[in-house]
């Protein structure tokens, strides 16, 4: 009996000695060291979409030297080619743009939706599908063919459209 007595007593004293000592590590360090690690965070979390979206401006830079040649009466076709070859380059990496965490919820300016990472398979069909897109008009492109540059075009800004329409804010 006196020996289970000890032992209960000793193991009740660990367990509160462990307690108190969780809480105060807590209040010691959390205050101070979760704010700088919040800080690098989201330090990271602004640059990587602020570095996304210039690579959209890119895109929507490239795009749009292509549209207002196919709509000049004499479309300057090394500038279309030129053109149409960064899109590929571009998006290359676009499935990398996305790490979890660069949503609206990171208090960073974005119009990146969350359903992006509710939906991420159909997000990464949609980037597929739009990198294979320009991977043709790239290919069309470099044939000359004003026509069958515009029917390339048209199909590629499909895929632009069909990704802002459920995963981008306002568009
Ligand atoms: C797979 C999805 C997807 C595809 C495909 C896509 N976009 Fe976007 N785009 C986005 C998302 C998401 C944003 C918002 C990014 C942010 O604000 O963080 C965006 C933003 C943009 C922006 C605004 C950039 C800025 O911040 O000023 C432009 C311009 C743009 N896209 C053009 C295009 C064009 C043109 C195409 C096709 C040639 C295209 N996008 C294809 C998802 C896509």
């Known amino acids: 009996m006196r020996k289970i007595g000890i032992t209960r007593i000793a193991l009740a004293f660990a367990a509160v000695a462990m307690l108190s000592a969780c809480g105060q590590d807590e209040e010691a360090a959390a205050p101070a060291g979760g704010d700088t ?3 690098e965070a989201s330090t990271e979390v602004k640059a990587q979409i602020e570095a996304r ?8 830079g490239a795009f749009k030297t292509i549209n ?3 709509k000049s009466g004499s479309p300057d076709i090394a500038a279309i080619q030129a053109a149409a070859a960064s899109l590929p380059e571009i998006a290359a990496t676009m499935g990398d743009w996305f790490p979890e965490g660069t949503g609206p919820e ?18 990464d069909q949609k980037i597929a ?5 320009a991977a043709n008009l790239n290919t069309v492109a470099q044939g000359g063919d004003v026509a069958a540059i515009g029917a390339a075009f048209g199909a ?4 632009c459209k069909a990704c802002h329409d459920n995963f981008r804010l306002d568009d």
């Open 37 to 39: 690690a919040a800080a």
């Open 156 to 159: 590629t800004g499909g895929t």
């Open 53 to 60: 979206q210039a690579q959209y401006k890119k895109i929507g």
């Open 129 to 133: 599908a739009f990198q294979a897109a």
């Open 106 to 123: 990171s208090g960073v300016k974005t119009e990146a939706l969350p359903a992006i990472w509710e939906n991420r398979a159909d997000f």
């Open 68 to 70: 207002d040649n196919l």
